[in-house]
Protein backbone atom coordinates (compact mmCIF):
# COMPACT_ATOMS: atom_id res chain seq x y z
CA UNK A 1 0.00 0.00 0.00
CA UNK A 2 1.00 3.86 -0.35
CA UNK A 3 -0.48 6.87 0.60
CA UNK A 4 0.47 10.01 -1.64
CA UNK A 5 -0.52 13.45 -0.89
CA UNK A 6 -1.94 15.99 -3.01
CA UNK A 7 -1.86 20.07 -2.95
CA UNK A 8 -4.44 21.76 -5.47
CA UNK A 9 -3.07 25.32 -5.26
CA UNK A 10 -0.55 27.65 -5.96
CA UNK A 11 1.83 28.61 -2.75
CA UNK A 12 4.80 29.81 -1.21
CA UNK A 13 6.37 28.33 2.38
CA UNK A 14 9.37 30.45 3.11
CA UNK A 15 10.93 31.48 0.08
CA UNK A 16 10.09 28.82 -2.18
CA UNK A 17 7.35 28.51 -4.68
CA UNK A 18 5.33 25.55 -5.36
CA UNK A 19 2.95 25.73 -8.33
CA UNK A 20 1.03 22.60 -8.10
CA UNK A 21 -0.29 20.97 -10.57
CA UNK A 22 -2.86 18.07 -9.14
CA UNK A 23 -6.43 18.41 -9.80
CA UNK A 24 -9.69 16.42 -9.00
CA UNK A 25 -13.04 15.82 -11.12
CA UNK A 26 -15.60 14.35 -8.56
CA UNK A 27 -19.00 13.41 -10.47
CA UNK A 28 -21.13 13.75 -7.22
CA UNK A 29 -24.00 11.23 -8.86
CA UNK A 30 -21.66 8.40 -8.43
CA UNK A 31 -19.42 9.67 -5.51
CA UNK A 32 -16.59 8.96 -7.54
CA UNK A 33 -13.50 11.22 -8.17
CA UNK A 34 -10.72 11.15 -10.40
CA UNK A 35 -7.35 12.47 -8.89
CA UNK A 36 -4.74 14.05 -11.34
CA UNK A 37 -1.42 13.43 -9.35
CA UNK A 38 1.61 15.31 -11.16
CA UNK A 39 5.05 13.98 -10.30
CA UNK A 40 8.32 15.22 -8.55
CA UNK A 41 10.57 18.22 -11.08
CA UNK A 42 13.22 15.63 -10.40
CA UNK A 43 11.14 12.59 -10.18
CA UNK A 44 12.71 10.88 -7.06
CA UNK A 45 9.88 9.15 -5.89
CA UNK A 46 8.13 8.49 -9.01
CA UNK A 47 9.27 4.49 -8.66
CA UNK A 48 6.81 4.59 -5.74
CA UNK A 49 3.73 4.85 -7.84
CA UNK A 50 5.22 3.42 -10.43
CA UNK A 51 5.78 0.25 -8.88
CA UNK A 52 1.99 0.30 -7.16
CA UNK A 53 0.50 0.69 -10.61
CA UNK A 54 2.92 -2.57 -11.50
CA UNK A 55 2.00 -4.46 -8.21
CA UNK A 56 -1.54 -3.22 -8.06
CA UNK A 57 -1.52 -1.97 -4.95
CA UNK A 58 -3.61 -0.02 -3.13
CA UNK A 59 -3.13 4.02 -2.58
CA UNK A 60 -4.37 6.21 0.17
CA UNK A 61 -4.86 9.75 -1.54
CA UNK A 62 -5.20 12.84 0.93
CA UNK A 63 -5.67 16.41 -0.50
CA UNK A 64 -5.06 19.68 0.94
CA UNK A 65 -5.95 22.96 -0.93
CA UNK A 66 -2.71 24.34 0.15
CA UNK A 67 0.59 24.10 2.26
CA UNK A 68 0.38 24.09 5.93
CA UNK A 69 -3.24 23.22 6.24
CA UNK A 70 -4.55 19.50 7.91
CA UNK A 71 -5.13 17.01 5.34
CA UNK A 72 -8.68 15.33 4.08
CA UNK A 73 -8.71 11.33 3.40
CA UNK A 74 -10.36 11.01 -0.15
CA UNK A 75 -10.16 6.90 -0.03
CA UNK A 76 -7.90 4.41 -1.25
CA UNK A 77 -7.92 2.53 -5.04
CA UNK A 78 -5.53 0.31 -6.76
CA UNK A 79 -6.94 1.78 -10.56
CA UNK A 80 -4.53 3.88 -11.57
CA UNK A 81 -4.24 5.38 -15.15
CA UNK A 82 -0.47 6.80 -16.69
CA UNK A 83 -1.45 9.68 -18.41
CA UNK A 84 1.87 10.78 -19.59
CA UNK A 85 5.31 9.44 -18.75
CA UNK A 86 8.59 10.94 -17.36
CA UNK A 87 9.68 12.38 -20.34
CA UNK A 88 13.74 13.22 -19.07
CA UNK A 89 15.78 10.78 -17.03
CA UNK A 90 15.15 10.61 -13.00
CA UNK A 91 17.31 13.50 -11.01
CA UNK A 92 17.04 15.96 -13.89
CA UNK A 93 15.25 18.66 -13.48
CA UNK A 94 11.94 18.46 -15.83
CA UNK A 95 9.52 21.02 -17.21
CA UNK A 96 5.80 20.75 -16.18
CA UNK A 97 5.03 19.18 -19.76
CA UNK A 98 8.24 16.62 -19.13
CA UNK A 99 6.78 14.99 -15.48
CA UNK A 100 4.77 12.05 -14.99
CA UNK A 101 1.41 12.42 -14.56
CA UNK A 102 -0.87 9.70 -13.09
CA UNK A 103 -4.86 9.68 -12.99
CA UNK A 104 -6.25 7.57 -9.65
CA UNK A 105 -10.02 6.68 -9.85
CA UNK A 106 -11.21 6.30 -5.93
CA UNK A 107 -14.60 4.71 -6.86
CA UNK A 108 -16.28 5.53 -3.68
CA UNK A 109 -14.93 9.11 -2.13
CA UNK A 110 -14.52 9.32 1.38
CA UNK A 111 -13.57 13.70 2.33
CA UNK A 112 -12.68 12.36 5.90
CA UNK A 113 -10.89 15.47 8.18
CA UNK A 114 -8.22 13.63 9.58
CA UNK A 115 -7.59 15.04 13.23
CA UNK A 116 -5.08 17.84 13.87
CA UNK A 117 -1.72 17.04 15.39
CA UNK A 118 -0.28 18.84 18.20
CA UNK A 119 0.79 22.06 16.57
CA UNK A 120 4.55 22.50 17.67
CA UNK A 121 5.81 19.07 15.67
CA UNK A 122 7.82 19.79 12.76
CA UNK A 123 5.87 18.05 9.11
CA UNK A 124 2.71 17.63 11.34
CA UNK A 125 0.67 17.65 8.65
CA UNK A 126 2.33 15.10 6.52
CA UNK A 127 2.68 12.97 10.42
CA UNK A 128 -0.91 12.91 10.30
CA UNK A 129 -0.94 11.07 7.13
CA UNK A 130 1.32 8.86 8.06
CA UNK A 131 -0.30 8.43 11.46
CA UNK A 132 -3.36 7.40 9.33
CA UNK A 133 -1.52 5.07 7.04
CA UNK A 134 -0.32 3.08 10.04
CA UNK A 135 3.43 4.08 9.08
CA UNK A 136 4.25 6.90 11.44
CA UNK A 137 7.12 5.10 12.86
CA UNK A 138 8.47 2.80 10.37
CA UNK A 139 11.37 3.42 8.98
CA UNK A 140 12.45 4.26 5.23
CA UNK A 141 9.25 7.11 5.38
CA UNK A 142 10.12 10.62 5.36
CA UNK A 143 8.14 13.64 5.22
CA UNK A 144 7.47 13.95 1.43
CA UNK A 145 4.57 13.25 -0.86
CA UNK A 146 4.32 9.75 -0.85
CA UNK A 147 4.56 7.08 1.59
CA UNK A 148 5.18 3.20 1.49
CA UNK A 149 3.63 0.92 4.14
CA UNK A 150 6.42 -1.79 3.95
CA UNK A 151 5.56 -5.21 5.16
CA UNK A 152 6.76 -6.33 8.27
Request: charged share 25%; hydrophobic share 35%.
Amino acid sequence: MIGLTITEKYAKVGNVHYDYKDSLKETTETNEMNVLYHGQKFGRYDSIILDAIKNHELCKVYLRLVPNTGFTYLGASAQYEIIQERKVENNVKANDDEILIVKIKIPNALKHKLDLPPTNIYGKYKKQVMKHMGILHQKNNVCVGIYRKYDN
